[in-house]
């Protein structure tokens, strides 16, 4: 079973970075908990201790469960 899933999202507050865990919250609520096993910008890959800190940037995330 692949458990992978790709999540549109945007930072709100502190950063991102593969291989991190992460809550995915939609309305305040957590639908979702993961790893970070792919990050994007504007297509283009972030590299492994890349850090996203840039507040309201918007990101695709591929994490698994």
């Not at 549109?8 to 507050?13: F, Y």
């Not at 305040?28 to 790893?35: Q, Y």
């Not at 890959?45 to 850090?51: G, I, R, S, T």
Request: without cysteine; proline residues 3%.
């Amino acid at each position: 079973k692949n458990n992978r899933q790709i999540v549109g999202g945007r930072v709100n507050m502190g950063s991102f970075k593969n291989n991190s865990h992460v809550e995915i919250k939609r309305q305040e609520e957590i639908v979702g908990k993961g790893k970070i096993v792919n990050l994007q910008k504007q297509k283009t890959d972030f590299m492994p201790n890349q850090v996203l800190l840039e507040p309201l940037d918007t990101v695709l995330i591929i994490f698994k469960d």
